[in-house]
């Protein structure tokens, strides 16, 4: 297990120390239960129309509910993780893990309008999720659109299910795991550019409609030395370190 230290680096910064040979992910962005999570820090990239969201009670579980009700062009709504620069770099070189724990529903059309993911910049690692109608989830990584392309597996069950994308950064690529269960490695996404990096989640596209339901989103980088903002900055009390 990884020994964390935590040291003064001046003007009110901290930096994560790992002992040597060790190896942890340090959490730098979270979105936990009901909260908006524009209060926690994440930048609402797009709410277009057609779609809604807000705080919901979930048969009892707390969770923020993403809805597009549309199939028109640019009813699409998602959050972001816009990371500082050296965040960014850090997570592109050390590797980086979006984990959430998620329920979806599905109203109409073929393609999988909930989606989770990761974006460096000039690559999307995003998975579309889809409630089928006995219930499971099917995710499909995306290596193309439109159509919608890319293998997919099923979560098994309509209830909340975890869903992780994990990279070590070097290799580009990343991996896909299902309740625990790895289910995909060698994943290196689809060429997307954007204004900016950092994991993301929502919901959005023209083949179909549905409702997410997000119980828990945590994005982490794995690094040897990380340094993150000051505490007040960065919701401190939320930050831990997720041993793999």
Known sequence: MARLALSSAGSGFLVLVLAAGASADTLVGVHSGAADPVTEGWVQDLAGPG??????????????????????????NWYRWAPDPAHLAAALSSGWRVRTVMRVTNATGAGETQFFGFLTGSVAFQVHLKAEAGGDVTARLLEGYPPFSGPTYTAVGSGYHTFELVSDGASGTASFLIDGSTVHTGYDGLPFGSAGGGARFGCGTSEATGVVFVSSVEFSIASDAVSVGAPEDLAWSRIKSLHR
């Open 51 to 76: 779609t809604s969201s807000g705080p919901a009670d979930d048969g009892g579980t707390p969770a923020w509910m993403i809805t597009d009700a549309s199939q028109a062009g640019g009813s699409a």
